[in-house]
């Protein structure tokens, strides 16, 4: 019996031999197939906006990323072969193609132009200096210098025939005749520093202060003190080295002949190297600036490493599957690895390769090839954790430890005890046997806090703390309800939980309640945390797009100095399942397989918006600088922009603003935007590019003016208002004469009426004088005043005459009215036997004035009729006066006989003909003739004046108007 068991054990554990397999540093290949100009590449050149150059034998190559352009004879180039492309201060590219004129072609906004420059078509080295804003080139024993200004290329002769040029930290340019090294400054040449070497050097690399020389077989490093080189070391190798290239990776070493390139992590060429495979014949290295490693080769195009820190193994590197669930470290490059598929490898890293020690199987235990969840080594035993058991295994053996087939996770609680969670309970293993089990929720991580004495255990129903001392039983907190914690990770003073889709969360006591404390992490790329360690004050996380790592704050509220590691940057594995601490970085296993993160600084890198373009009806893409003037469409607007990462492109977002017509911010993936109903106007669109790494852009301002259409502009709105009025005025001014007409006519209708009535008036008003004269002369007649009789009918005589004479006209002067009003004012005295007396006032400057024709004799008539032949206990008196007042001439004919009220209370009511004339002419003359006469008879009684009587003013406005009448103004009888 205990020879079958023996042999089962052996059959259980398979002892292999260590079959050694090498790294996989992750490379991302481009050739023709994904767009790249040719497959022969002689170099490439990152340019000031992002943009990948390489140059190929079958033409020029712009990468952004995500997609390729070529350039070739057909876009300006003077042939397909291109040799070396760099860029200037201005970022205009400078390409040197194979040709038989000495030439350069310089792309400016994509257009293709040429520069004859002297030193040939063997342009063999090229450098660009940010510092001193210079391209330098060489070939044809002569130096070009390319810098911005009206004159771009200056050339400098003789020049020795020198490796390729470096710059020192202190911004020496150096170049070298295989032998010695000699300084460029300006347009001077000097002698440098004798390297004392034995062969000439054919390549040349400087970084970091360290110069690398390869010569003959062997590669030197010097050191740079400042004021010159130290040779420190020097390796030989059996094949000849062709090309040295350095950076934060490490020294790069290429041979003839031979296909990939050798990497020494610590730049010492006396320490221990990895292979890194590459499918071609490596003939240039470039850095980008997120760096990435970019390979040209001669006969496979172009190679990307993202990250040459992050190393991946695979199936195809020797380990049994490449879904590793469980990864325990037994030492700094042993450790067991767990799979899917049932199996588990003690495997053993050797300069960069596999070495896979021992493959057990549990087969004969596990039918179903449960997948390996868990490994644990205890002194000189290993635990393995599956969905079927745990097995123990010992030099020699494989035990079966049977417990609930439902275990989730392990984890070693001390130096002799074993946590088990699984479904509703976790479970304490001792070496010796012993078992304790708690009845708890579903338990899916585990984590042990030594300084407190805890063992932290979490799954579906929350948080338990169990004391460790004395078997203590679980407290469960009353923290993360219905939130699956997937990882626990103790690290003094705080405790990690890793959840289910629900981020990342701090447990720790607040320093001043002394309560325990909740806090949550923003984690960038998910919140589906898989796996936690701690290491060195850092934090690693493991989610299931990626790695992050970084240091919590103070505040327990983020991650500080954070790095993300994810498949952009090389990471295999697309889900983390474990992460474990190995000296020089962690380990990390999930799907995909296993990979070595060795520690590097996390950087910032800043995008530039560049590419930005504008698409037009008319002329299609219009490439933009700072601002673009452009006619109104009823389409809308445009606009392309582009923020270049070769790295990171697909994770990029841009946030833009088009002021004023956005208010706020917007975002998108997609790097070109759409407005429509954009009206014509001055408009900033303002857009930046941000990643979720932390890495962002300078926000890029675009001046658009969106010109209005030609029946949109203000000169056309102009016309079209004075167009407009123009019309309205016609309108108004046809309108205008045709009123004017019907009023002139209407006018002219009235004058006819007026005058006819006028004519009717004066026929009354005839009458009426002869009827006042006749009445007078009857008087004396039946008084037998005989001779007074016919006195008063000789002064009536030549009265009527003149009284005739006025009324046939309706204008007289103020000479001719005074005239007739005396003549008349004394025939009335004689009537009455001199009972009133009269005065009349006229300025002699308006003795010429036109007025009306006896507009004052009724009035004055009324004066004396009516008002001083009444009084008989007072001297009575007629005041009648002409004066100007403002333009207006203002007649007043005052009496002081009874008034118009003692007049009325004597019932002496008296209709007077000449009165109701007058005031009719009045009427007429003001609609008719359009005169403004102001009449107004008042009873003294009601004025501020001490006297009684009637006062009758009247007032012709604007008397001048008047004066053209003169001409019809009949001449009196002087008789």
């Known amino acids: 019996?205990?020879?079958?068991?023996?042999?089962?054990?052996?059959?259980?554990?398979?002892?292999?031999?260590?079959?050694?397999?090498?790294?996989?540093?992750?490379?991302?290949?481009?050739?023709?197939?994904?767009?790249?100009?040719?497959?022969?590449?002689?170099?490439?050149?990152?340019?000031?906006?992002?943009?990948?150059?390489?140059?190929?034998?079958?033409?020029?190559?712009?990468?952004?990323?995500?997609?390729?352009?070529?350039?070739?004879?057909?876009?300006?180039?003077?042939?397909?072969?291109?040799?070396?492309?760099?860029?200037?201060?201005?970022?205009?590219?400078?390409?040197?193609?194979?040709?038989?004129?000495?030439?350069?072609?310089?792309?400016?906004?994509?257009?293709?132009?040429?520069?004859?420059?002297?030193?040939?078509?063997?342009?063999?080295?090229?450098?660009?200096?940010?510092?001193?804003?210079?391209?330098?080139?060489?070939?044809?024993?002569?130096?070009?210098?390319?810098?911005?200004?009206?004159?771009?290329?200056?050339?400098?002769?003789?020049?020795?025939?020198?490796?390729?040029?470096?710059?020192?930290?202190?911004?020496?340019?150096?170049?070298?005749?295989?032998?010695?090294?000699?300084?460029?400054?300006?347009?001077?040449?000097?002698?440098?520093?004798?390297?004392?070497?034995?062969?000439?050097?054919?390549?040349?690399?400087?970084?970091?202060?360290?110069?690398?020389?390869?010569?003959?077989?062997?590669?030197?490093?010097?050191?740079?003190?400042?004021?010159?080189?130290?040779?420190?070391?020097?390796?030989?190798?059996?094949?000849?080295?062709?090309?040295?290239?350095?950076?934060?990776?490490?020294?790069?070493?290429?041979?003839?002949?031979q296909k990939g390139a050798i990497l020494y992590r610590d730049f010492n060429t006396s320490s221990k190297k990895e292979q890194v495979r590459i499918p071609g014949f490596v003939n240039y290295f470039c850095n980008d600036s997120e760096n990435g490693v970019w390979i040209a080769t001669t006969d496979n195009g172009m190679f990307y490493i993202p990250n040459a820190n992050l190393v991946n193994y695979t199936p195809d590197d020797g380990i049994a599957s490449c879904v590793v669930y469980a990864a325990n470290k037994l030492s700094n490059d042993e450790f067991w690895l767990g799979y899917n598929t049932g199996k588990?490898?003690?495997?053993?890293?050797?300069?960069?390769?596999?070495?896979?020690?021992?493959?057990?199987?549990?087969?004969?235990?596990?039918?179903?090839?449960?997948?390996?969840?868990?490994?644990?080594?205890?002194?000189?035993?290993?635990?393995?954790?599956?969905?079927?058991?745990?097995?123990?295994?010992?030099?020699?053996?494989?035990?079966?430890?049977?417990?609930?087939?439902?275990?989730?996770?392990?984890?070693?609680?001390?130096?002799?005890?074993?946590?088990?969670g699984g479904w509703n309970y976790i479970l304490y293993y001792n070496r010796s046997g012993k078992r304790i089990k708690y009845q708890l929720g579903r338990i899916y991580a585990h984590a042990v806090d030594t300084l407190d004495g805890l063992a932290w255990a979490g799954g579906i129903d929350g948080l338990f703390a169990i004391p460790i001392k004395n078997n203590g039983s679980p407290i469960h907190l009353q923290a993360f309800p219905q939130i699956k914690i997937n990882a626990l990770c103790y690290a003094a003073p705080y405790l990690l939980i890793g959840t289910q889709n629900n981020g990342l969360y701090i447990v720790h006591k607040d320093s001043t309640s002394q309560k325990t404390a909740y806090r949550k992490i923003f984690l960038p790329i998910s919140n589906n945390v898989k796996a936690i360690i701690a290491k060195n004050e850092r934090v690693w996380v493991g989610t299931n797009k990626g790695l992050i790592t970084g240091v919590v704050n103070d505040k327990f509220t983020r991650l500080e100095n954070r790095l993300i590691i994810d498949d952009n940057d090389g990471l295999i594995c697309s889900e983390i399942n474990k992460i474990t601490a190995i000296d020089s970085g962690v380990l990390v296993a999930g799907y995909g397989g296993i990979s070595i993160a060795y520690p590097y600084h996390s950087f910032k890198h800043q995008y530039i918006i560049s590419g930005v373009s504008m698409k037009e009806a008319n002329t299609g893409i219009v490439n933009i600088t700072d601002s673009i003037r452009t006619g109104y469409s009823t389409k809308g607007l445009e606009i392309g922009f582009e923020a270049v990462s070769l790295k990171y492109g697909s994770e990029m977002v841009y946030r833009y603003k088009l002021e004023p017509f956005d208010e706020r911010w917007k975002i998108t993936k997609n790097n070109t935007v759409q407005y429509t109903n954009i009206p014509p106007g001055d408009y900033h669109l303002r857009v930046y590019a941000y990643d979720n790494r932390g890495n962002t852009s300078p926000v890029k301002t675009l001046s658009i003016v969106i010109l209005p259409l030609w029946w949109q502009t203000n000169w056309f709105k102009i016309g079209l208002l004075l167009m407009i009025a123009g019309i309205c005025m016609?309108?108004?001014?046809?309108?205008?004469?045709?009123?004017?007409?019907?009023?002139?006519?209407?006018?002219?209708?009235?004058?006819?009426?007026?005058?006819?009535?006028?004519?009717?008036?004066?026929?009354?008003?005839?009458?009426?004088?002869?009827?006042?004269?006749?009445?007078?002369?009857?008087?004396?007649?039946?008084?037998?005043?005989?001779?007074?009789?016919?006195?008063?009918?000789?002064?009536?005589?030549?009265?009527?005459?003149?009284?005739?004479?006025?009324?046939?006209?309706?204008?007289?002067?103020?000479?001719?009215?005074?005239?007739?009003?005396?003549?008349?004012?004394?025939?009335?005295?004689?009537?009455?036997?001199?009972?009133?007396?009269?005065?009349?006032?006229?300025?002699?400057?308006?003795?010429?004035?036109?007025?009306?024709?006896?507009?004052?004799?009724?009035?004055?008539?009324?004066?004396?009729?009516?008002?001083?032949?009444?009084?008989?206990?007072?001297?009575?008196?007629?005041?009648?006066?002409?004066?100007?007042?403002?333009?207006?001439?203002?007649?007043?004919?005052?009496?002081?006989?009874?008034?118009?009220?003692?007049?009325?209370?004597?019932?002496?009511?008296?209709?007077?003909?000449?009165?109701?004339?007058?005031?009719?002419?009045?009427?007429?003359?003001?609609?008719?003739?359009?005169?403004?006469?102001?009449?107004?008879?008042?009873?003294?009684?009601?004025?501020?004046?001490?006297?009684?009587?009637?006062?009758?003013?009247?007032?012709?406005?604007?008397?001048?108007?008047?004066?053209?009448?003169?001409?019809?103004?009949?001449?009196?009888?002087?008789?």
């Open 1 to 257: 019996m205990k020879s079958t068991a023996f042999l089962l054990m052996m059959l259980l554990c398979i002892l292999g031999s260590p079959d050694v397999f090498s790294q996989s540093i992750y490379i991302k290949h481009y050739s023709i197939n994904e767009g790249l100009a040719g497959n022969h590449v002689y170099m490439c050149h990152q340019d000031a906006e992002g943009y990948l150059w390489i140059a190929t034998t079958s033409g020029l190559s712009r990468f952004d990323g995500k997609k390729f352009k070529n350039y070739d004879y057909r876009n300006g180039l003077v042939d397909n072969e291109v040799l070396f492309v760099s860029h200037d201060a201005n970022n205009n590219i400078w390409v040197n193609a194979f040709t038989s004129e000495p030439s350069l072609s310089v792309i400016k906004n994509n257009v293709v132009d040429h520069i004859a420059v002297p030193i040939g078509n063997n342009i063999s080295e090229e450098y660009y200096s940010e510092w001193h804003k210079t391209i330098y080139m060489s070939g044809n024993h002569r130096l070009a210098l390319i810098k911005p200004g009206s004159k771009p290329v200056t050339i400098i002769t003789p020049l020795i025939s020198g490796s390729r040029y470096f710059e020192t930290e202190d911004h020496l340019i150096l170049s070298g005749d295989g032998r010695n090294l000699y300084s460029i400054q300006d347009t001077n040449i000097t002698f440098f520093q004798d390297l004392q070497l034995d062969t000439v050097y054919s390549r040349a690399y400087y970084y970091n202060r360290t110069l690398y020389l390869i010569s003959g077989n062997s590669v030197y490093t010097y050191t740079y003190s400042g004021k010159k080189f130290h040779c420190v070391s020097h390796m030989s190798y059996k094949g000849k080295p062709n090309l040295l290239f350095s950076n934060r990776y490490g020294l790069w070493v290429t041979f003839m002949n």
């Open 344 to 420: 588990a490898d003690r495997i053993k890293f050797m300069q960069g390769k596999i070495s896979v020690l021992e493959r057990a199987n549990f087969y004969p235990f596990d039918y179903n090839n449960n997948p390996i969840l868990d490994i644990l080594h205890l002194h000189d035993e290993v635990y393995f954790l599956s969905r079927t058991g745990l097995f123990k295994k010992t030099q020699d053996r494989l035990y079966q430890i049977h417990i609930d087939n439902t275990q989730k996770s392990m984890y070693l609680l001390n130096d002799s005890t074993i946590a088990i």
């Open 730 to 975: 016609s309108g108004l001014r046809y309108y205008h004469s045709i009123m004017k007409k019907r009023t002139e006519n209407k006018l002219r209708q009235d004058r006819l009426v007026a005058h006819a009535k006028l004519e009717a008036l004066r026929g009354q008003l005839k009458p009426h004088f002869i009827f006042n004269s006749l009445n007078a002369i009857q008087d004396y007649i039946y008084n037998n005043k005989n001779d007074d009789a016919a006195a008063l009918l000789q002064g009536f005589s030549g009265l009527i005459r003149n009284g005739l004479l006025l009324s046939d006209s309706d204008f007289t002067t103020i000479e001719k009215e005074v005239s007739f009003i005396k003549r008349y004012l004394e025939l009335e005295r004689m009537k009455c036997d001199n009972c009133f007396t009269y005065n009349i006032e006229v300025s002699k400057e308006i003795y010429n004035f036109v007025i009306p024709s006896l507009i004052t004799q009724p009035f004055t008539e009324n004066a004396v009729v009516h008002g001083v032949r009444s009084v008989q206990d007072i001297d009575a008196v007629i005041q009648i006066s002409y004066s100007l007042s403002d333009g207006d001439l203002v007649c007043m004919i005052s009496d002081n006989g009874i008034g118009i009220k003692k007049s009325m209370m004597q019932k002496k009511i008296h209709y007077s003909i000449g009165t109701h004339i007058s005031q009719d002419r009045i009427n007429y003359f003001n609609k008719g003739l359009g005169i403004d006469i102001v009449l107004n008879i008042q009873d003294k009684s009601n004025l501020a004046i001490p006297d009684q009587g009637t006062l009758v003013t009247i007032i012709i406005k604007n008397i001048a108007q008047l004066q053209n009448h003169e001409n019809n103004i009949p001449q009196p009888d002087s008789r």
